[in-house]
């Protein structure tokens, strides 16, 4: 598979894409003459930053930095979230430093830790 890269598909980009795109939708819908939609894209779109953290607190999502081969399919869980990514302004927020190693290797990796 030479050639493929990280593109960081995950399941954490996925489902704040969604419902990003749901919330922006609804706000143009509210912009045309819908007025309630204005502020169901608003809460929707704030919904969609906060899903979108959860889950990559919860391993559906990827480190900053390009992650090995193993980790490109989007069923895999990154279990070395627990410690917090080097450098994730995701991981700083939610109190994890990132500094015990939790740099964005692979699951194998966080297992055997």
Do not use: F, Y
């Amino acid at each position: 598979m030479s050639g493929h890269h990280d593109e960081g598909h995950t399941v954490a980009g996925w489902t704040g894409s969604l419902i990003a795109m749901l919330g922006t939708v609804a706000a143009g819908v509210g912009v045309v003459g819908w007025r309630p939609g204005i502020w169901l894209g608003l809460i929707l779109l704030v919904a969609s930053v906060l899903v979108t953290w959860v889950l990559h607190l919860a391993g559906w999502g990827k480190p900053p930095t390009p992650r090995s081969p193993d980790q490109w399919r989007l069923s895999t869980r990154d279990l070395s979230v627990r410690a917090g990514h080097a450098n994730c302004l995701g991981c700083r927020l939610a109190g994890r430093s990132g500094r015990s190693g939790g740099s964005g290797g692979s699951v194998r990796e966080a297992e055997a830790s």
